[in-house]
């Protein structure tokens, strides 16, 4: 079992800079890959990135490549999301997840944060 916290969501401007951090409770959280995803209103739930269990692969989307960083630390049971240049369009709930499949292809979650909203105005 694996329970997820985000916090570090806000409003920012464009152009700013935001850092996510989701706490994980349990002892399987180095085993997991860790993704981020985010929804905006009225939208499907959208994959953001991933980093595979050591840290030492990182895997994003194609919107947010060269912007966002996500690193860990297992040592904390952390998983962060460092978000650069931010855009009113990155306006979201950013979710958290364990993981339980390589990265880079199809998601195959097991647990799931409760989510922190991002704001970014113009």
């Known amino acids: 079992q694996v329970q997820l916290v985000e916090s570090g969501g806000g409003l920012v401007q464009a152009g700013g800079s935001l850092r996510l951090s989701c706490a994980a409770s349990?002892?399987?959280?180095?085993?997991?890959?860790m993704d981020w995803f985010r929804q905006a209103p009225g939208k499907e739930r959208e994959f953001v990135g991933a980093?595979?269990?050591?840290?030492?692969?990182?895997y994003y989307a194609d919107s947010v490549k060269g912007r966002f960083t996500i690193s860990r630390d297992n040592a904390k049971n952390t998983v962060y999301l460092q978000m650069n240049s931010l855009k009113p369009e990155d306006t979201a709930v950013y979710y958290c997840?364990?993981?339980?499949?390589?990265?880079?292809?199809?998601?195959?979650?097991?647990?799931w944060g409760q989510g922190t909203q991002v704001t970014v105005s113009s």
């Open positions: 349990g002892r399987a959280f180095s085993l997991y890959a």
């Open positions: 997840a364990a993981d339980r499949g390589p990265i880079g292809g199809s998601t195959h979650v097991d647990y």
């Open positions: 980093i595979n269990w050591s840290g030492g692969s990182t």
